[in-house]
């Protein structure tokens, strides 16, 4: 069982940056992905971006392109999402996930393993 544990939310200011944290506790296979996926109340959860453990290649969204930069640490199991330019409808809980089949996919039914979510507020 794969387990996943998110780090670094909080209340920000628009404008501002965040950077969150999912510390994995076991890579499953070097092809597959960590996906961040957020979920606002009331609406779908969402996917964000997503990594490649072994290549390091990368997925965004449309929404946060040229804002947010998904990377890793393999040495710590780690998988970070850097924020900038937050603006108020980036507020979510968002959640890692570890991904159950090969590539980069932006679907949440590709994803095996969840974390329990961190909590991001971007006040205006």
């Known amino acids: 069982q794969v387990q996943l544990v998110e780090s670094g939310g909080g209340l920000v200011q628009a404008g501002n940056s965040l950077r969150l944290s999912c510390v994995v506790s076991?890579?499953?296979?070097?092809?597959?992905?960590i996906g961040w996926f957020r979920q606002a109340p009331g609406k779908e959860r969402e996917f964000v971006a997503a990594?490649?453990?072994?290549?390091?290649?990368?997925r965004y969204a449309d929404s946060v392109k040229g804002r947010f930069i998904i990377s890793r640490d393999n040495a710590k199991n780690t998988v970070y999402l850097q924020m900038n330019s937050l603006k108020p409808q980036d507020t979510a809980a968002y959640y890692c996930?570890?991904?159950?089949?090969?590539?980069?996919?932006?679907?949440?039914?590709?994803?095996?393993?969840w974390g329990q979510g961190t909590q991001v507020t971007v006040s205006s």
């Open positions: 076991e890579r499953t296979f070097s092809t597959y992905a």
């Open positions: 996930a570890a991904g159950g089949v090969p590539g980069l996919s932006p679907y949440r039914y590709d994803y095996a393993y």
């Open positions: 990594i490649i453990w072994s290549d390091g290649s990368t």
